[in-house]
């Protein structure tokens, strides 16, 4: 009884690793389907992400034209009043009885007069500014529209990558789910961080010419036989990954035997 428990238990370890390493097969295809696609899907969220900023840039550009419109408006209305003072004042002075007065009139004269100047100046300015901001408004549009031409082309391109391999990437996906379903969670779960931290996304490997087939450190002999026995998951000290016997998923990784040289005729002359 304890012997079948046992054999269960290491058939239960068996059973998890090749169920890792098909798994890991499958998210491999997985990976190159996603490098055929190369940098494209990148490529247009950046180009997203540019149109957006393009976009703000242009709004910014408006809301800050309104602004000076506004203001030009404000001041163009603050003329008119000082103007209507000016000739208030100028109907005065005609009807002065006194220096003192005229004197005075004279002076809030020249004062509104200096206001409407400074006034005509901040509209000049105000008017400036809007031309600048409109220049600036049309040169971001020619740019987002040179971005969204792009963009367009990209994802053209890259629809089109999508749609020659979504279905094979889907049917995929659903056998590793299956596969997933196959494997403990703790187990699953290490495997899923190993392969986020490696950078080929190899999460399990064989043992390949006495190394760990990820990192290519060298195995000591006693830990490649605990790895042949597959009495639990053994994992690389150094890269971390999950090793497994190649043995065990159909992999043969004896070394071919070389055949022995042939003795030279200088070799043979001298022995005989």
Excluded: W
Excluded at 24 to 37: G, H
Excluded at 165 to 181: F, G
């Amino acid at each position: 009884m304890a012997n079948d428990k046992k054999n269960d238990k290491e058939r239960s370890v068996e059973d998890r690793l090749k169920s890792l390493y098909k798994l890991q097969t499958y998210l491999s295809e997985i990976d190159r389907i996603k490098f055929l696609r190369g940098e494209l899907p990148n490529e247009v969220k950046d180009l997203e992400d540019e149109i957006a900023r393009f976009q703000t840039r242009i709004q910014k550009y408006k809301d800050e034209i309104a602004e000076l419109r506004s203001f030009v408006s404000k001041k163009e209305g603050e003329i008119a009043d000082r103007k209507v003072k000016i000739a208030k004042y100028e109907d005065q002075i005609n009807n002065v009885r006194n220096n003192r007065e005229f004197a005075f009139l004279e002076k809030e004269k020249e004062f509104e007069s200096l206001e409407i100047e400074l006034a005509e100046k901040n509209i000049r300015q105000a008017i400036e500014k809007q031309e600048a901001k409109a220049q600036e408004i049309a040169n971001t549009e020619e740019e987002l529209n040179d971005n969204e031409h792009i963009l367009e082309d990209k994802r053209r391109e890259l629809d089109e990558i999508v749609s020659e391999t979504r279905q094979q990437e889907e049917q995929i996906m659903i056998k590793a789910k299956e596969l997933e379903s196959q494997v403990d969670a703790y187990t699953l779960a290490a495997f899923k961080r190993i392969r986020r931290n490696a950078r080929n996304g190899l999460g399990i490997v064989t043992v390949q010419r006495n190394a760990c087939g990820g990192c290519f450190n060298k195995i000591p002999p006693q830990r490649q036989l605990e790895i042949k026995m597959h009495k639990k998951v053994i994992v690389c000290e150094y890269c971390g990954r999950i090793i497994l016997d190649g043995a065990l998923v159909g992999i043969d990784d004896t070394p071919a035997e070389t055949a022995p040289a042939k003795p030279s005729r200088r070799t043979r002359a001298s022995k005989a």
